[in-house]
């Protein structure tokens, strides 16, 4: 399996300093503290849980961390080290962490009178991000695996890359962003005009949007649909790209798009893509999921319908 979270549980944590710094001792802490803090908690009790022998891995990239846990999946059955692979991410909402976008001046603070209408991704009146919580999972197996069982294939993963953008540990840069979806192209063996779709990972942060339509811009040019599901689901951090590529395999099994929520004024910084703005009726085949953390971490995935015989 290969599932992450960004830090393990924020709340076990508050609860442990809380009574540490009150008391300066560890003597009322429960030995099972540490087993719920730890990055890779989710990973360690799925794997109890189900009794998983095989390979884990737990990727902590904060908003990478799925989209990245579902392109390891994929390359270790391709590299043929495993069968089955389940992958995703989790966690879970605090204060703190709303409050750490807010240092940050990234978090959206302007319609909390009007919660439904924020976030607001590519729009002029973006004012950040509003986070989320939950846990995305997928279950990846060899072509051949799924066959033999006669499983119910969804979708195909065809294509992945993640890189590492040195020049900031906080803002986005757009030739980073760019090399990220062309590494995942010539990893499926593609050109950018046979990518029918792209969902953006479009956060509605002032320099983050515009930092990912130009680099969508310079590879797909301006008549590939491009959506954000920030709007519909928040951001998730570490479950984000699990759920929004969910939400994407069945947008392409549906033949439909889903439109950006919220998206009335299209900003200026964010107007030279094809956005998506209303529910589309759309023989979508082959589609890029985009996700980028703070911290430097970009990651693309391709999908692909899967066509039944």
Request: contains cysteine; negative net charge.
């Amino acid at each position: 399996m290969v599932i992450g979270s960004t830090v393990g549980s924020t709340q076990a944590i508050q609860e442990f300093f809380e009574n540490f710094l009150r008391q300066h001792s560890i003597e009322q802490m429960k030995s099972t503290i540490f087993f719920k803090i730890m990055s890779h908690s989710c990973a360690a009790n799925v794997s109890q849980v189900l009794g998983i022998t095989g390979r884990i891995l737990s990727p902590s990239a904060a908003c990478s961390t799925s989209c990245q846990a579902v392109g390891y999946g994929y390359e270790q059955i391709a590299f043929g080290k495993q069968q089955f692979m389940l992958c995703g991410g989790a966690d879970e909402f605090h204060p703190l962490t709303s409050g750490t976008f807010d240092v940050l001046n990234a978090a959206s603070i302007n319609f909390n009178d009007q919660p439904q209408r924020t976030p607001r991704p590519f729009d002029r009146d973006r004012d950040g991000v509003v986070c989320s919580e939950g846990s995305g999972i997928l279950l990846l197996e060899s072509l051949d695996s799924a066959q033999d069982r006669d499983a119910d294939i969804l979708a195909e993963v065809i294509g992945f890359a993640t890189v590492a953008d040195p020049s900031s540990i906080a803002n986005p840069d757009g030739a980073s962003i760019e090399r990220c979806m062309q590494l995942a192209l010539n990893d499926a063996g593609l050109h950018a005009q046979e990518i029918d779709y792209v969902n953006a990972h479009a956060t509605a942060t002032v320099q983050g949007d515009p930092a990912e339509s130009e680099a969508i811009y310079r590879l797909f040019g301006s008549h590939t649909p491009v959506s954000s599901f920030k709007g519909h689901l928040g951001h998730a951090l570490a479950a984000s790209g699990a759920l929004e590529l969910i939400a994407m395999i069945e947008m392409l099994n549906r033949a439909c798009l889903i439109p950006t929520l919220n998206l009335d004024n299209i900003d200026a910084s964010c107007a030279n893509i094809q956005h998506v703005q209303a529910n589309q009726a759309s023989g979508v085949k082959t589609a890029m999921k985009n996700n980028f953390a703070l911290g430097g971490v970009n990651s693309s995935l391709i999908i692909r319908r899967y066509e039944h015989d």
